[in-house]
């Protein structure tokens, strides 16, 4: 049997995602990472250096000498990146957001199945195996909450926290649902840019279906949760501890047929006692660790090969990203008082100038740097 030729990769990106990207496929060995793709001289050529690929500053210099590319660049260069890529029949796995706006996500779209080239969005939380411990009794789910929050990382300061967050939630919430956008209302607010830190978005879909969706990029904690209820039972996901408490009701819950009302006091505290163990008995489960992010490039890789759809398209990614343009049309039309509207709610400090001030502020300095004695 011949030997399967290796597939030329290049990772584009060499931030703190697309190291993670490029180590991996250079662990491969049905992989040849032929190079490490980055403006910035000292960062391409560590990642380079370190994979065993060669460092170049542009990713139109890699074109014809490459099979497939990892985009992990900001989002903003995504769209001519990738539209460059796909041109020259490059396979591209572009991480999420697929696109800064929908227009270039259709334009992505089109271009890769007009190629026939495999475009896949890097939505990890796909392969993470707590969600996909829970999909068995979750389907047709009824009402979906989610909570997603960090540190403010100093990463994806080019979007807010709907594109930089969210959108992981709304691309899950779609692959529950299954049904088209209803309503959508939303706010956020603005910390330290521009952009939104906070936000929370309400959706509802055509089957009546509602999620209700935070994300905060500027707390103290680290929290990626889903709570999901569906006909045959409750699902608790924790994404970052990578497991899953299920609640399956007893029948007599599901069939309406347990009366708790005009209890007698011996028959409540009994039920107190009881009432989880006997009607919503329900388990923990730890999934086998699992890398997804190797689990994700393993679905590139094999999408390639086989000539089939990754689990996350470029379609999937499109309507994530629709979804959160809706929440971000929303955010920025919401009023709060005063006539304020979107996610700067709060009016810019008023303070009255001195005469001795100028319209511009002199610049600040930081303040030396002490160096430690001896």
């Known amino acids: ?34 190079a490490v793709v980055d403006p910035s001289p000292a960062a391409r050529d560590r990642l380079a250096s370190a994979c065993g690929a060669e460092a170049l500053a542009h990713h139109k210099a890699v074109l014809g000498q490459i099979d497939a590319a990892v985009l992990a660049a900001p989002t903003f ?14 396979h591209c796995l572009i991480e999420k957001p697929l696109a800064a706006r929908l227009d270039e996500a259709d334009q992505l779209v089109d271009l890769a199945r007009q190629q026939g080239v495999v475009l896949q969005v890097g939505h990890i939380e796909r392969f993470n195996p707590a969600f996909e411990a829970a999909l068995p009794l979750v389907r047709n789910p009824k009402y979906i909450e989610a909570v997603r929050a960090s540190p403010y990382t100093f990463r994806s300061t080019d979007i807010g926290a709907v594109l930089d967050l969210m959108i992981h939630d709304i691309e899950l919430v779609l692959a529950l649902t299954h049904a088209s956008v209803r309503r959508v209302e939303a706010l956020g607010l603005s ?72 209890l007698s006091p011996e028959e409540i505290e009994y039920w107190k006692a009881h009432l989880a163990e ?29 000539g089939r759809s990754p689990r996350v398209s470029g379609q999937h990614g499109r309507d994530a990203l629709a979804v959160a343009e809706l929440v971000l049309e929303k955010i920025s039309s919401h009023v709060w008082e005063e006539g304020l509207v979107g996610p700067l709610a709060a009016p810019a400090p008023s303070i009255l100038p001195m005469p001795h001030w100028t319209e511009t502020p002199a610049p600040v300095e930081a303040p030396p740097i002490r160096k430690a004695a001896g």
Do not use: T
């Not at 509802?204 to 103290?220: I, T």
């Not at 388990?283 to 086989?306: G, H, K, N, V, Y």
């Open 191 to 262: 910390v330290l840019g521009g952009h939104e830190d906070a936000a929370n978005a309400r959706i509802e879909f055509s089957n009546g279906c509602v999620a209700s969706l935070s994300v905060c990029r500027v707390g103290y904690e680290a929290v990626r949760r889903m709570h999901i209820w569906a006909p045959a039972g409750f699902a608790s996901i924790d994404f970052a501890a990578r497991k899953v408490r299920l609640v399956r009701p007893s029948p007599e819950v599901l069939q309406r047929r347990l009366r708790l009302d005009n």
């Open 1 to 34: 049997m011949a030997p399967v030729r290796k597939l030329r990769m290049a990772v584009i990106g060499a931030g703190r995602l697309g190291s993670f990207h490029a180590q991996k496929l250079a662990a491969r060995q049905d992989v040849q990472l032929v």
């Open 278 to 306: 006997q009607h919503l008995p329900n388990e923990e489960i730890q999934p086998d660790a699992a890398d997804a992010l190797a689990l994700e490039l393993e679905d590139f890789i094999a999408s390639i090969r086989q």
């Open 77 to 90: 260069l995504h769209f001519a990146v990738g539209m460059d890529l796909l041109r020259a029949g490059v």
